[in-house]
């Protein structure tokens, strides 16, 4: 919809399931942050199933994809596949105005598989599409074409993957979580890449 409401909202794009994530990697210079300056839409979506007698969460069926705002499909949506929460962000102009600089890279995770973590408090069994084994693609938000395979994550109970980082070298760090995750770092992953290198991916820490 216009940001001015001069027209009624029209549908660009409808998908099964619950929508988890929307990315607008917005481009331009200067202070201009909203969707209103966004040409493409990233998105995943997802299916969740809670099975009381077993205390069982299930989530499954998660897709990701890319759409533009004028509803052309740029990539339709991928099964087994989710972008991660966040991405390489232009680094900091000289000015005084700028609140945010707009995405560089977004990155998508392809080859998602079932990894099962149970919370020890209250029996309950979380069931997931997850990162673990899943390939890092590096995704020019320009272009929106793959411009690297970032790496492989190792086999672990890790689930999703988030972070936002900005700088000239063009690395950074992302971060790895599960339904047990809480604040404590000992229960997230630290992962180190650089957004155009092949196999830069580095796990930092162990934990999941």
């Known amino acids: 919809m216009p ?13 099964p399931g619950r929508v988890a994530t929307l990315l607008f990697p917005v481009q331009g210079a200067g202070p201009i942050w909203g969707v209103v300056a966004a040409s493409f839409v990233y998105y995943e979506t997802w299916l969740q199933s809670t099975d009381w007698a077993t205390h069982t969460v299930t989530r499954s ?37 700028t609140t945010a600089t707009p995405y560089l890279t977004l990155f998508q995770v392809r080859g998602l598989s079932p990894v099962s973590v149970t919370n020890s408090a209250t029996g309950v069994q ?6 673990s ?4 693609i590096a995704i020019d938000a320009g ?3 793959a411009v690297a395979t970032v790496g492989t994550l190792p086999i672990s109970t890790a689930t999703a993957l988030s972070g936002t980082f900005r700088g000239t070298a063009r690395t950074g760090f992302l971060e790895a979580t599960n339904a047990l ?22 796990r930092v820490t162990d934990n999941l």
């Open 3 to 15: 940001a001015d409401g001069s027209a009624a909202p029209s549908v660009v794009d409808a998908e």
């Open 61 to 97: 069926g998660t897709q990701s994809g890319i759409v533009g705002i004028d509803g052309t499909v740029v990539q339709a949506p991928l099964a087994d596949s989710t972008f991660v929460n966040g991405g390489e962000q232009a680094p900091w102009p000289n000015d005084t105005t």
């Open 126 to 131: 979380y069931v997931e599409d997850a990162v």
């Open 133 to 136: 084994g899943g390939s890092l």
């Open 143 to 145: 272009t929106n074409q």
């Open 181 to 202: 995750s809480t604040g404590n770092p000992t229960t997230r992953d630290l992962y180190e890449l650089n957004s155009q290198t092949s196999n830069s991916l580095a």
